[in-house]
């Protein structure tokens, strides 16, 4: 069973950093495209980091200059490196991956449970 486990949130004061992980486990598969999104109090989930299998990046335009994302495909592993953080980007971050098979068919797309990043003024 495919499951993807967030970690490194927490809280920090504004202009402080933070790196979130993303481990993907439990199945023989690549991940294709993946991303971190986030869901703040009372708002609808947004796409903040996205990264192709090609290594394409595409940034929300709040993040961009202070957010990054990456890989290690070695070890099914998405990172979201966060800096000089405000208070506005208190979230829930959540991952997501499109992952495909060892023959190249689409396996789907999966999302981890989120972990709560909380920036202090």
């Known amino acids: 069973q495919v499951q993807l486990v967030e970690s490194g949130g927490g809280l920090v004061q504004a202009g402080g950093s933070l790196r979130l992980s993303c481990v993907v486990s439990g199945g023989t598969f690549s991940m294709s495209v993946a991303g971190w999104y986030r869901q703040a109090p009372g708002k609808q989930r947004e796409l903040v980091a996205g990264l192709t299998g090609g290594g394409n990046t595409n940034y929300a335009d709040s993040v961009k200059g202070r957010f990054t994302i990456s890989r290690d495909n070695a070890k099914n592993t998405v990172y979201l490196q966060m800096n000089n953080l405000k208070p506005e980007d208190t979230a829930v971050y959540y991952c997501?991956?499109?992952?495909?098979?060892?023959?190249?068919?689409?396996?789907?797309?999966?999302w981890g449970q989120g972990t709560q990043v909380t920036v202090s003024s």
């Open positions: 997501n991956s499109v992952l495909k098979s060892p023959t190249g068919w689409s396996m789907g797309s999966y």
